[in-house]
Structures are given as structure tokens and as C-alpha cells.
């Protein structure tokens, strides 16, 4: 059995969006105890990612980061103007497996999925597809 959902997120110009609730709750109306959840951002300048969801200052850290390991620069040729936006997402993943073990996402005790967005704003979707076996 799988089960497929696409969801919808608005972002601001940047930033990381927690959607590990979201996701969980899908996996729990699935009725799925045991398999994989595949999580798929079908973007280009967009990402999902798992980080610590505790400390809210991790986030802000890394969107630091990233801006200063790729900014802006005139010199790129891209013509929409968000080449950035291109490496940051490339940086990340545009996919992540995740084990279901006992009808639950097999994450560790700090850990929270996000979207990351680096070319809004935006609405954008997410996919998420849940196998069991």
C-alpha cells in the first residue's frame, strides 16, 4: 500500500518553514506502521531539509549562512536574477527518505523537516509519498 499527498506552503523572500507536523499528520491518517515516507520539493530555487526544531536561533543561523556563502552577485549571467537562490537550493536536497517505525517518523530527538524557501515569496508544494512495507 502507499499513500500520496501534495501540500501547499507560503513563503516569505527566504527562510525555513517547519513542516514536520504537517507530514506526521498525513502518516497518521495513512494508517501506515511500517515502510518509508519520501518527501519531494519540485522546485528549483526551493529545498526540504532536516534540521534541530528547538532552538529557533539555528534557523536564523542558517539563513545567515547561507546568504553569506551565496550572495547576490551582479556578475551572474542567470537572467532572472536569482542564481543564489539556484546554489542554496542545490546545497540542500530536493528529497529526503525517512523510516516509519510504529506508525511514526523515525526522527531524532531535536530533529524537525522544512522547506526551505530562497526565491520568495511564494506559494509553493511539497509531495510527500508514503510506502509500506
Not at 55 to 62: E, G, K, T
Not at 122 to 128: F, G, I, L, M, Q
Amino acid at each position: 500500500m502507499s499513500t500520496y499527498k501534495e501540500f501547499t506552503v507560503s513563503t516569505g523572500r527566504e527562510g525555513f518553514y517547519n513542516i514536520t507536523k504537517e507530514i506526521s499528520a498525513f502518516l497518521s491518517e495513512s494508517g501506515v506502521q511500517e515502510g518509508i515516507a519520501l518527501i519531494f520539493c519540485p522546485h528549483t530555487t526551493a529545498a526540504i531539509t532536516i534540521n534541530e526544531n528547538c532552538d529557533p536561533d539555528v534557523i536564523f543561523d542558517l539563513t545567515k549562512a547561507c546568504s553569506q556563502f551565496f550572495p547576490n552577485l551582479k556578475e551572474y549571467r542567470h537572467m532572472e536574477g536569482n542564481s543564489a537562490a539556484h546554489f542554496k537550493s542545490s546545497i540542500f536536497s530536493a528529497s529526503l527518505s525517512l523510516i516509519v517505525h510504529k506508525g511514526r517518523l523515525v526522527l531524532g530527538t531535536w530533529q524537525g523537516i522544512y522547506f526551505c524557501e530562497f526565491d520568495g515569496p511564494r506559494k509553493r508544494t511539497y509531495c510527500v509519498k508514503i510506502m509500506e512495507g
